[in-house]
């Protein structure tokens, strides 16, 4: 249960209110929300005791989640969350371009040149790759880490790699990774979720290959409530029975999750196509869906990238994407 307080409640008013539902063993997490108090009940409030604190005078509405999640909830929040990003705020005005090649290779630098020319905002790319196939390139791992970065600091972008195990996370606090990816198969990797929650560093959470959206959601719920606020959601496609391209991009999400949660959303058309063509298309109709950005693999030369080539763009697709990033974001009331 969320408990939506008055603009303006005294903070030992909210804290006795609070207290009340500890006493009884009832934990609550108390929201970041500025404009007004709100509180969460994790655990279930006794009817009785609802009941008292709902009728306190101070207590504008309670809402109770559509699912077990609280934190993750869009009532815990007055305003939707803008996640900080290496100074690049994700969910504010502005749609947000990730973009690097899938792996860290030896056109890091290359690539970083041609994705701060094209607009990009942040920096992306593989140290560690999760691959269907043993046999297949797994990354540079903590070589590519430094790689990453060192591109990203001579640029002046903030960079994001995926994060495979919790054992990886000091070399990714010791390199300066401004944020955590979450790949799709690692979405339900609680421990891993766990871990990660508390260093400090934003989260981008990938939805499972076959995620629902409360699974998805229960798993950002895991990050929120061990103390990270910067949770960035990213849909990447799912798998469906459609061979024709790599996964299915579900964009009907996006206007569901405005609905049912505060946090950021980017989409992924790069691994949903699977099919580089596509991705334009996909990436502005992600933007007209609402997306506040978008993840975008490209390579200098992509016949020669070490993973996913088949969906690497070449700069000047990159750049074009981002423009009509800009110029969509303005005609749906979007401005930077």
């Known amino acids: 249960m969320i408990f939506r307080l008055a603009p303006g409640t005294p903070a030992d008013v909210v ?61 815990f929040r007055n305003t939707p969350t803008v996640a900080d990003v290496g100074g690049v705020r994700v969910g504010g005005r502005q749609v947000v371009v990730i973009a690097g090649p899938c792996s860290v ?9 041609q994705v701060k020319r094209a607009g990009g905002h942040i920096l992306r790319g593989g140290a560690y790759k999760p691959r269907t196939s043993p046999w297949s390139f797994q990354g540079f791992g903590e070589e590519g880490l430094r790689l990453l970065k060192s591109s990203g600091n001579r640029i002046g972008l903030p960079v994001i790699s995926e994060i495979m195990d919790a054992s990886h996370l ?19 990797n609680f421990t891993l979720l766990k871990a990660i929650s508390s260093c400090g560093i934003p989260v981008l959470l990938k939805r499972g290959l076959a995620a629902t959206v409360e699974e998805w959601l229960y798993s950002a719920e895991y990050v929120l409530a061990g103390g990270c606020q910067n949770v960035i959601l990213c849909e990447r496609g799912i798998r469906t029975f459609e061979k024709a391209t790599r996964n299915t991009l579900d964009l009907t999400i996006l206007p569901l999750l405005r609905e049912w949660t505060h946090l950021p959303v980017v989409v992924d058309p790069s691994h949903a196509a ?9 990436s502005r109709a992600s933007v007209a869906a609402g997306a506040d950005g978008l993840a975008i693999e490209i390579h200098p030369d992509p016949s020669q990238a070490r993973s996913d080539a088949d969906q690497a763009l070449l700069e000047g697709e990159l750049a074009q994407i981002t423009a009509d990033a800009r110029t969509l974001g303005a005609v749906i009331g979007r401005r930077e």
């Open 274 to 282: 699977g099919i580089a063509s596509l991705i334009p298309t996909l």
């Open 105 to 113: 290779d030896a056109f890091m630098d290359e690539a970083a040149d």
């Open 15 to 75: 804290q006795e209110l609070r207290d009340r539902l500890e006493k009884v063993g009832v934990r609550t997490r108390l929201s970041p929300e500025t404009a007004q108090p709100i509180f969460a009940a994790v655990d279930k409030v006794p009817t009785k005791l609802g009941e008292e604190i709902a009728a306190h005078e101070r207590v504008l509405e309670t809402v109770t989640p559509r699912g077990a999640w609280r934190l993750a909830d869009r009532a």
């Open 170 to 188: 000091p070399a990714f606090i010791e390199h300066g990774i401004d944020c955590l990816q979450v790949g799709a198969r690692n979405m339900q």
